[in-house]
């Protein structure tokens, strides 16, 4: 089993930063993949970033490629996602998620963390 524990989320202006962090415990090494989803409220939740055990990332949209940074630093079991130049519709409920590959239906997840732009 593999817990994930987000942080970083809160409210911002548009144009502002927020990097958020996600811890992995458990039954973890370097092997796994790991991706950031988010979720608006009455909508499927949709990935934003994946990254590879070798630090390997590709986003979903030319938007996020253009804005967000997915990164992780394997020693402390930690992913996070620089997020600059943030736009309203940013706004979501921001989820960690961990797998063997980078997949829509990823196996563990977080609980997540609440990101708001407002204009």
């Known amino acids: 089993q593999v817990q994930l524990v987000e942080s970083g989320g809160g409210s911002v202006q548009a144009g502002g930063s927020l990097r958020l962090s996600c811890v992995a415990s458990?039954?973890?090494?370097?092997?796994?993949?790991m991706a950031w989803f988010r979720q608006v409220y009455g909508k499927a939740r949709e990935m934003v970033a994946c990254?590879?055990?070798?630090?390997?990332?590709?986003y979903s949209t030319d938007s996020a490629r253009a804005r967000f940074t997915i990164s992780r630093d394997n020693d402390k079991n930690t992913v996070y996602m620089q997020m600059n130049s943030l736009k309203p519709e940013d706004t979501a409920s921001y989820y960690c998620a961990a797998d063997t590959s980078c997949r829509s239906t990823m196996k563990y997840w977080g609980q997540g963390t609440q990101v708001t732009v407002s204009s």
């Open positions: 990254i590879a055990p070798n630090g390997a990332s590709g």
């Open positions: 458990g039954d973890t090494n370097s092997r796994l993949y």
